[in-house]
């Protein structure tokens, strides 16, 4: 339906491009999910049955990885702020230093020219 219908024309070298048309989906067999999988399934090999764990297991271990990295990203992230900031400061005090040279020849040139 969204694909577009481009007729076939002759490229520079004389050869014909065909037209792309897709292959259509095959259904899945019956009994199965209704995905794409078109793999051959057993009654045996079906799961059996749902267990209670959680999908996540939080040891003390990962809680440990965890903390750490929100620090390493925390303070990567505040280094790269001050760093910014650091920047914005020198950039500014530059050209504060800049105008008032400017300002001084001014006024030098304008004493000088009178």
Known sequence: MFQPRIPTNPAPTGEV??????????????????????????????PNAVTSRPAVQITPGSVIALVGGGIAVVLVVGV?????????AVTAGSLAVLALVIRSLMNGASKHGR
Do not use: K
Request: glycine residues 2%.
């Open 17 to 46: 491009i065909p037209v792309y048309t897709p292959e259509p989906l095959q259904e899945p067999h019956p009994g199965h999910a209704p995905t794409n999988c078109f793999c051959r399934h057993d009654a045996s090999s079906a």
């Open 80 to 88: 790269v702020l001050v760093s910014m900031l650091l920047a914005v």
